[in-house]
C-alpha cells in the first residue's frame, strides 16, 4: 500500500507538471507542499510528547472563480505525520491486540507513530489584488478527508530497532480542517482533525500509587507550520 501511495502521488505530480495547459490551473497555488510540527491534542495522562514531531503535505490543486477575489479550491494530496513520545505500540503474537504503554525517557533513542494519507480538500479562497509582480495575499479556509493507507510504529535503542505496521485501532478515516494565510509563494499553516484518530485503545501509565488506563479515543492531532505555494 504505502508504494501504490507514492506511485499514485508521483503520478498526480507528473500529470500537474506535463497536462495540456487547457487543464492545469493557469493561476497561482495549484501545488502546496506544508512542513509542521504537530501535537496530539488532548492526549491521555502519562503521554510526554516531543517538539520535533513533524508532518509532510503535499497537494494538487484546481480551483473555480467566482468573482474578482474568491474561488473554491479543490483537488488530490498526500501526507507523512511522524508523532515523538514516549507511546510504544505491540501487538501481541497470540491475540493480534495492540497495546499501549508509556516509557521513561532514557529507555529509548526513538519512539514514533508514522501515519501516511491520502487526501482529498476542497477550500474557500480568497485573494487580494495582485501588485505589478503578481503577488498577492492569500486567505484559504479548507477541509479536506483522508483515506489512511500507512500505518507504523517504530521503537529503537542502541540494541534493536523494531516496528510494527497496520494498527487495526486506528480510523481508517480522518477529517480534517485547515487554514493558510500568506503572501506571494508562503504562508502559514495549521490544521485540525475534528475525527477520532484513534476507535479503541488505552494508554497504560504506571504511577508510583496506581496503573492508569486512558483512553486514546479524545486525541486529535494539529499542525502548526509553513506553506511554499507554486
Not at 497561482?28 to 508532518?55: C, H, I, R, T
Request: proline residues 3%.
Amino acid at each position: 500500500m504505502k508504494k501504490i501511495a507514492f506511485a499514485l502521488f508521483a503520478l498526480l505530480l507528473f500529470l500537474g507538471f506535463s497536462a495540456d495547459a487547457q487543464l492545469k490551473p493557469n493561476f497561482k497555488d495549484w501545488f502546496f507542499y506544508d512542513v509542521a510540527v504537530l501535537q496530539y491534542l488532548d492526549a491521555p495522562a502519562g503521554m510526554e510528547q516531543q517538539w520535533f514531531s513533524n508532518g509532510h503535505y503535499f497537494s494538487l490543486m484546481a480551483q473555480s472563480q467566482f468573482g474578482k477575489h474568491f474561488a473554491l479550491g479543490y483537488g488530490f494530496g498526500f501526507s507523512s505525520e511522524n508523532f515523538h513520545n514516549n507511546m510504544r505500540i505491540r501487538t501481541l503474537e497470540q491475540s493480534g491486540d495492540e497495546t499501549y504503554h508509556t516509557l521513561p525517557d532514557t529507555s529509548f533513542e526513538s519512539n514514533r507513530q508514522n501515519l501516511g494519507y491520502l487526501w482529498v480538500p476542497l477550500e474557500l479562497r480568497f485573494k487580494g489584488r495582485a501588485n505589478s509582480k503578481g503577488q498577492f495575499f492569500r486567505f484559504y479556509l479548507g477541509a479536506k478527508l483522508g483515506l489512511r493507507v500507512r500505518s507504523y510504529h517504530e521503537f529503537e535503542t542502541q540494541l534493536v530497532k523494531q516496528r510494527y505496521y497496520n494498527f487495526v485501532d486506528l480510523a481508517r478515516l480522518r477529517g480534517d480542517t485547515y487554514l493558510r494565510i500568506g503572501f506571494d509563494n508562503l504562508s502559514l499553516f495549521a490544521s485540525y482533525s475534528f475525527t477520532e484518530l484513534f476507535t479503541q485503545g488505552e494508554l497504560i501509565y504506571a504511577t508510583p500509587n496506581q496503573i492508569e488506563q486512558n483512553s486514546l479515543r479524545s486525541i486529535r492531532p494539529i499542525a502548526l507550520g509553513v506553506s511554499i505555494s507554486l
